[in-house]
């Protein structure tokens, strides 16, 4: 799995867990929807450092948290 994969799949997962809707996360992070939008489907595959953090922020969690999945503990090296 690659790391964008990951991230997304952690949002989704996040939506899920939290019960929210894209819109939600919207205001509550201040990201606009259509950036949020835009890293769900792929039209942005490379979210910076400070977008996932605010989403952090909407979800109430630390970055800490997000990254601490299986997921992201075994992705494979981007770069071969």
Do not use: W
Request: proline share 4%.
């Amino acid at each position: 799995m690659d790391t964008y994969t990951a991230v997304k799949n952690r949002i989704l997962q996040l939506l899920g867990e939290k019960s929210m809707s894209i819109h939600r996360l919207a205001m509550e992070s201040a990201v606009p929807p259509s950036s949020i939008k835009n890293i769900l489907y792929g039209k942005s595959q490379n979210p910076g450092i400070v977008t996932l953090k605010m989403l952090c922020d909407g979800f109430g969690v630390s970055l800490i948290e997000f990254f601490d999945t299986s997921e992201f503990r075994n992705l494979e090296q981007e770069i071969q």
